[in-house]
Structure formats: structure tokens, C-alpha cells
């Protein structure tokens, strides 16, 4: 039996020996496999992180893909966007040049050691949602194609890094902190950043499955205390932070400040609308309500969307938007790139906007802040999140507030801040996050969301 619960919103994540195993990924190959050719595919990049049991999924994942009848292009152990780049690119494949525009890739992101999944890109677009749940059905019913697919094995490293530094320019070398976290960015990141032009010191960027050192997500500031560490102790000027698959950048400043992914998107908009007068900047329900301020104030238009990575590659194809981005740290560049999210990419873009200035530091601590919550999380039992978001939806009514936002649970905007209570789509947790001008307006904000939460649910638990 294959558990469903492993199908989840934007990808397949599962647990090694209990809900994921070699005959899951063949399965899910195979149902992956027929799925490209009903869509008129022929080939599929596959990719892995550095996690344990990566070598052994990859493998059964390539059998059931061939056993679909489609070509697999194995580009090897390298940060999820590389296997996105694989499907962006030609290839100088055995059979002469070849365009393959679908890609599945084997990483547990950034979950315990025991996990690992698998993100899909489907005939150039990330599937999510329905179309996830459709491969379990196909699963379910035996619904396959049958053939016996090429293999082969691609080196797309180089290609990457030669298309990146063909572009993007450093108006001088910078010496920066680079932590992988043991994460798959570990090799690739150094040798990028390296070619860029910079003097690195670098933090655990041996991959080790193990995660020894510290967990690989830079959203949290406990993993980022190594790189603050290096900071102080050597004359580095800026410090990066890769997750476990290299598709999230985090930002610390020479004197400690983290820059959260909402205010690197200021200083990206601001770039981009230079060049793209007008246009849309998506930004999902979580980000500093600083950013449409700052967008507009370029001449762009801010859009804000749904938090997820597959949601908002979605929506950034569906306007044409050059730059899009998530408080999560997945940021998207249409511009000049291929609109998936890559921290790497990220990365070298800062560092072009960095390199033209005498302090990065005070360029980054000067853009727009306010005072603002960590992401909080409301612990429930395994569906109630979305009964008690759908409750509020419904029935809540919020004190002083401007706006209720409902795209993606509630988002409230009053005067002097705003508070978010949105489903996780990955767990059974409610997320919230608050921020405002004042530490008073910050608590009256939290205890107008206290009061709705414990009149739908009582028994709630709040995390503030």
C-alpha cells in the first residue's frame, strides 16, 4: 500500500522505511512517467540532494520512469534549481541537442534526516495540488504507460555556472560568509560564488546527509548563529545561508542583522523596475506590508499572492511578472533567469547589487522595517487547521481593522500593522504572524486575533 498522506500540497514528502521506500519512488516514476507522456512528453531530468537514502530513490525512481516509457537524463547530486536549470536549457545529450522540460527531484528540502520526497516540474510548469493527488490516483488504479526509456548521465554543473557568471557582474570582489549546512548547495554554492569573483569562508559545506552541525533552514535565527559567528570573528562583509536543497537563500549583515526574505525582495524590486517600469511584483500573504509601500514607490505594482513555491510559480507564469517572492526565502527571477526559485541565483544577484556599493551592510539595515513576530505556529489535530481558518473566514469580525484578505486564510490590515492566521498546507498547524509600528499596536493586534481564535476554539493553545 502507498499512503496518500505523503501526497501533499506542492510536493511528495514521506518518512524513509515507514511512508517512503525504493518501490514508492518506481511507483511514483512510473505514474510520473505516464503522466509526461499523456502530456506529449518523451524524456525527464532527474536530480538528488545529499540526503542518505538519495542514491537509492533516484535509482528506483529512473526504473519506473523508464518503465513508462520515458528517457531519463540523470544530472546527479546538485541543488534542487539545478535540476530546474536542466529543464530550462538544451541539452548536448548522447543523441545530439535535446530540450527535456519536465524533472523530478529526489530531496527531503529541509525536513529531518529521515525524510526525503520528490518536486516535480511537469512539461515546464510545477505541479501542485490536484495534479499531486492525480499521481496518487494513477498509483491507485495501475494507470500506467508501458515502454523502456533511455538512461543517461548529464553533467550540468559546469553549464550552470557558466551561464550565471555570463551574466552577472560584480563591480568588484566581495568577501563573503557561505554556510550550506551541510545541505547540496555545499559544492556547487563555493565554486559559483568563487567564480564570481569572491573570497569565501565557508561553514559546513561538506554534504552530510546527518545534518551534524546545524538543521539546513535558514528561516529560523538559531541556524543562522554560525554564520553571525564568522561575521564578527573575520572581515568577511556578507554571510549567506543555504536550506538542505540549495532553492532558499538566508542574509545576515556584517553586524549581525538577519535580512529576511521580504526586504531582499526591496532591494530586488528596486533593480528590476529600473529596468521594467510598471511591472508586477508578487509577494505571497506572509511579507512585510513595508513591500507594496516600497513597489509602488518604484512604479511597480505589488501583487500579493498565496504562500507556496509551486503557487506562486504559478501565478508569476500567469501574469508575466519578472520578479516574485516569499517570506519562506524562495525567490523567483523571471528576469534575466528562468522564473523558478534558486538561491544560488539569489545569492549572485545580491552580491551584483552589493559589489556597487561601499557598505552593503548599511544598504541592506536601511531598508524599511518593521516590528514583527517569528513565524508562530498554532499545533491542531490533522485537519482541524483548515475547519478553524474556514471558521474565521466565516465568522470572524476584526476591531479597527482596514481590510480582511482571505486569498490564502486571513490576512488583517489595520492603520498601524497587520496580523495573518493562515493553514499550513504541509501540516497541521494554523500559521501566524504579526507586525506593527509600535510595541502597543503589536499587542492589541495579537488580542484582537486571541479574542476570534479562542471564540471558535476554546481549547486553542496559542503560541502568543
Not at 72 to 83: A, I, L, Q, R, S
Not at 213 to 225: F, I, K, R, T, V
Amino acid at each position: 500500500m502507498i499512503s496518500q498522506s505523503i501526497f501533499k500540497a506542492y510536493d511528495i514528502r514521506g518518512v524513509i522505511g515507514k511512508t517512503l521506500d525504493e518501490d514508492v519512488a518506481r511507483r511514483v516514476g512510473r505514474a510520473f512517467g505516464s503522466e509526461v507522456r499523456a502530456q506529449g512528453g518523451d524524456a525527464v531530468v532527474v536530480a538528488r540532494d545529499g540526503r542518505l537514502s538519495g542514491p537509492s530513490l533516484i535509482e528506483a525512481l529512473a526504473q519506473g520512469l523508464r518503465a513508462a516509457g520515458v528517457d531519463v537524463v540523470d544530472v546527479g547530486m546538485v541543488p534542487t534549481p539545478v535540476g530546474y536549470f536542466a529543464a530550462s536549457v538544451p541539452l548536448a545529450l548522447a543523441g545530439g541537442e535535446r530540450r527535456v522540460d519536465s524533472c523530478i527531484v529526489v530531496t527531503g528540502s529541509h525536513n529531518p534526516p529521515d525524510y526525503n520526497g520528490f518536486k516535480m516540474v511537469l512539461r515546464g510548469a510545477a505541479i501542485y495540488g490536484e495534479q499531486i493527488q492525480a499521481l496518487y490516483r494513477r498509483i491507485q488504479k495501475d494507470d500506467f504507460e508501458s515502454g523502456s526509456g533511455s538512461y543517461e548521465q548529464y553533467d550540468i554543473a559546469d553549464k550552470y555556472i557558466e551561464r550565471i557568471v555570463s551574466d552577472v557582474k560584480l563591480a568588484r570582489p566581495m568577501k563573503i560568509v557561505v554556510d550550506a549546512g551541510n545541505g547540496v548547495a555545499g559544492a556547487l554554492g563555493p565554486r559559483l560564488f568563487k567564480a564570481l569573483g569572491c573570497e569565501l569562508v565557508e561553514l559546513f559545506t561538506d554534504i552530510d546527509g546527518n545534518f551534524p552541525n546545524h538543521h539546513p533552514d535558514p528561516a529560523h535565527p538559531e541556524n543562522l548563529q554560525d554564520v553571525i559567528r564568522a561575521l564578527k570573528e573575520t572581515d568577511a562583509q556578507v554571510g549567506f545561508a543555504f536550506d538542505g536543497d540549495g532553492d532558499r537563500l538566508g542574509v545576515v549583515t556584517k553586524d549581525g542583522q538577519i535580512i529576511y526574505p521580504d526586504r531582499q525582495l526591496m532591494l530586488f524590486a528596486q533593480e528590476v523596475l529600473s529596468r521594467n517600469p510598471g511591472a508586477q511584483i508578487i509577494y505571497d500573504v506572509k511579507c512585510t506590508r513595508n513591500l507594496a509601500k516600497w513597489v509602488r514607490a518604484q512604479g511597480g505594482e505589488p501583487v500579493m499572492w498565496k504562500t507556496g513555491h509551486s503557487l506562486v510559480k504559478a501565478k508569476l507564469r500567469e501574469t508575466g511578472a519578472p520578479l516574485a517572492g516569499e517570506m519562506s526565502g524562495h525567490v523567483f527571477f523571471k528576469d534575466r533567469w528562468y522564473g523558478f526559485d534558486d538561491g544560488l541565483y539569489t545569492g549572485a544577484r545580491l552580491l551584483e547589487l552589493l559589489s556597487r556599493v561601499e557598505d552593503p551592510s548599511k544598504v541592506l539595515n536601511d531598508l524599511p522595517n518593521s516590528l514583527s513576530t517569528p513565524e508562530l505556529q498554532l499545533k491542531l489535530e490533522e485537519g482541524e487547521n483548515f475547519q478553524l481558518i474556514g471558521r474565521l473566514q466565516k465568522e470572524a469580525k476584526f476591531t479597527g481593522a482596514d481590510e480582511v484578505i482571505t486569498i490564502d486564510g486571513l490576512r488583517v490590515e489595520y492603520p498601524d500593522g497587520f496580523g495573518l492566521a493562515r493553514s499550513s498546507n504541509t501540516t497541521p498547524v494554523v500559521v501566524l504572524r504579526f507586525e506593527a509600528d509600535s510595541a502597543d499596536a503589536l499587542a492589541r493586534i495579537q488580542n484582537d486575533f486571541r479574542r476570534v481564535i479562542v471564540a471558535a476554539k476554546p481549547d486553542a493553545k496559542l503560541p502568543f
